[in-house]
């Protein structure tokens, strides 16, 4: 689950950009809201009871007769969960999707690590979630790596209860990214949990091409089998009917973006059949999702 040597040089001086969550853990890269001792000096307020005197300003107390203290700009790491969904319905494709989204789980990973933050990831089907440790640096890719490659999909379980005891696992506010084909019947209903929490959200709709474009299939009687239930479906597929699919489909995605985006969120839709390369080269960039 390695991705290619080329393309984590490509993306090693890269980060993540959130849009409003803000660095809150540890020592890191980026600028938090907070204010405090620290090299880069930002502004002056007026001294409290209890403040550290070394940071009071001499000169302006010889100048105004009057305690001011200094504040300095505090660096700080994003928290980033990445979460993998590992229900069954992430069995299907070439590349299985369940895959795909391990591999696109590691190169966002290796960019949260080269970009200085602290990430944790977590494969879940249901309310049962394999947490990772907490990974900091860029030295620790290759033991995220290995964890990835490491996990499997789930005997059953349903990727909306793993995203409501997701939201009771995650204590302090960042980003979450969520790796699903969102073919869970009450996934979209708990993301307001985690938007809840204080997460920023994105949520990337892994499909398959066939799944967006079913033609490939032909025309003619086609059994179809639920992957979560098991359940069969025999319909017969012809012009009229996979343009109702392509229409139900377009207003499935437009239905799911809205959703994320009530919520403050991202909505990405992409496909197996893209290659990481072209994924975060050109379009997680163009979207905005690395600088």
Do not use: C
């Amino acid at each position: 689950m390695t991705p290619r040597p080329a393309l984590l040089g490509r993306l090693a001086r890269s980060k993540l950009l959130t849009r409003w969550s803000t660095a809150s853990v540890g020592i890191g890269e980026r600028q938090s809201r907070e204010k405090g001792p620290g090299i880069e000096f930002s502004d002056h307020r007026t001294y409290q009871p209890g403040d550290d005197l070394r940071h009071v300003d001499p000169h302006l107390l010889a100048r105004f007769n009057r305690h001011y203290v200094r504040q300095y700009d505090v660096y700080k790491q994003l928290p980033i969960t990445i979460l993998i969904d590992a229900s069954r319905s992430m069995d299907f494709g070439e590349p299985r999707k369940f895959e795909f989204a391990q591999r696109l789980a590691a190169v966002f990973g290796f960019v949260g690590l080269a970009g200085g933050d602290q990430v944790q990831l977590g494969v879940g089907a249901g309310e049962r979630i394999y947490w990772s440790p907490h990974f900091h640096g860029a030295q620790r890719a290759q033991q995220l790596f290995d964890w990835i490659s490491a996990q499997k999909l789930a005997a059953s379980g349903d990727f909306g209860a793993t995203l409501r005891a997701a939201s009771r696992h995650v204590t302090y506010r960042g980003l979450v990214i969520l790796l699903s084909d969102w073919w869970s019947e009450h996934a979209e209903a708990e993301l307001g949990g985690l938007a809840a929490a204080g997460q920023e959200i994105w949520g990337l709709h892994v499909v398959t091409r066939d799944e967006i474009e079913p033609a490939g299939f032909g025309e003619g009687e086609v059994r179809f089998v639920d992957m979560e239930s098991g359940h069969e479906v025999e319909l017969a597929l012809d012009r009229t009917t996979l343009e109702r699919y392509r229409s139900g489909f377009g207003a499935w995605s437009d239905q799911l973006s809205s959703v994320f985006t009530r919520a403050n969120g991202r909505y990405v839709l992409v496909s197996t059949d893209k290659s990481e390369d072209r994924f975060f080269i050109e379009e997680a960039r163009h979207l905005g999702l690395l600088g």
